[in-house]
C-alpha cells in the first residue's frame, strides 16, 4: 500500500470510527461506506484533495445517470458530513473545503404509504397463525402502537420497558433517547409472550427461534410471510406501519408536535408530510360521500 492510499484509508477509517460513535444502524453505516467509495472511484484522486469543480462533476454524472433525487441528496449528505469532519478535525484547511457552494437538490414530492385499520385488522389476525404467532403478533401490534423504526424495534431491551405505565423507552438515531406508548391490545399480547417464550440471558425483547436477538432483516422476512397470506395491495413493511400509526393520530386529532415527539423527528417538516396524506384521505371521504358533487345534466 502506497503512502497516498495508507492515508485514504485512515481517513475514512477515523470518519467512521465517529459514525459508529453515533449509533447509527447497520444500514446507515454501509450506505456511508459505499457512497464514499464510489465517489472515490470517480474522482480517483485522495478525499482530502477533492475540489469544488470535483463533487459538481460528480453530481452531474449522477443525475445523467438518472439517480433518484433522494439517492443524490443522501450522497451529497454522505460528502458533507465527510468533509465536516475532517475539516473540524483538523484533517482539511478551511480553503480546501469542498462543499460551501454544494446545495441539496429538490426531493420528490412523494406521500408515504399507509393502510386502513381494517386492513391492519386482518394482518394482526392472520399473524396469529403462524408457528411463533405470539411473538409475529406482538411485532406488528408494538410497529403500530408505538410508530417506532425497525432499527428501534429489535433494539428494545427488557429494561427498557415500564410495564405498570404501558411506555417504552427508545434509543433513536444519534442515540438519542424518547418515550414512546403502547395500549391493552399490546399490552396483552406482550405479557403472554414474555410468559410463554422461554429466554436464556437475553436482554432483548424480540428473538428468533435461535433465541438470539431478531435483526431488521428478520422482522422483513416475518412481515413478508404474514403478508404472502393475504391480498393487501400496499406492500406492508415495517415502515408503513409506521406511517399507519402516524396518519391514524393526525386523523384522530393528535397534535402534530405530540407526533413528531413520538416519531422521534428532529424537525417539524419531516412530520407534516403526514398532514398532507391526511389531506387527500379528506378530500377522498368528501368526494365519495358529499352529495351535492356532482351537477346533475
Known sequence: MSKEEFKQVFLVNEFIKFILSKNYSTLTLNAYVNDLYYFSLFVKKRLDFVTYDDVRDYIEYLNLQNEKSTSVKRKISTLKSFYKFLYKNNYMDKKDYPMTKIAMPKSEKRLPKFIYYNDLLEIINISTKGKDNVRDRLII??????GVRVSELVNIKLNDIDYDNKRIIVHGKGNKERVVYYGDYAKEVLDEYLSTHYRKDQEYLFLNSNGTQLTTRGVRYIIDKIMDKLSIKTH???????????????????DIKVVQELLGHSSLRATEIYTHVTNERLKEVYYKCFPRRDKDE
Not at 236 to 254: E, K, S, Y
Open 236 to 254: 406492508v413493511t415495517p415502515h408503513v406501519l409506521r406511517h399507519t400509526f402516524a396518519t391514524d393520530m393526525l386523523n384522530n386529532g393528535c
Open 141 to 146: 401490534e408494538m410497529l403500530y402502537a408505538t
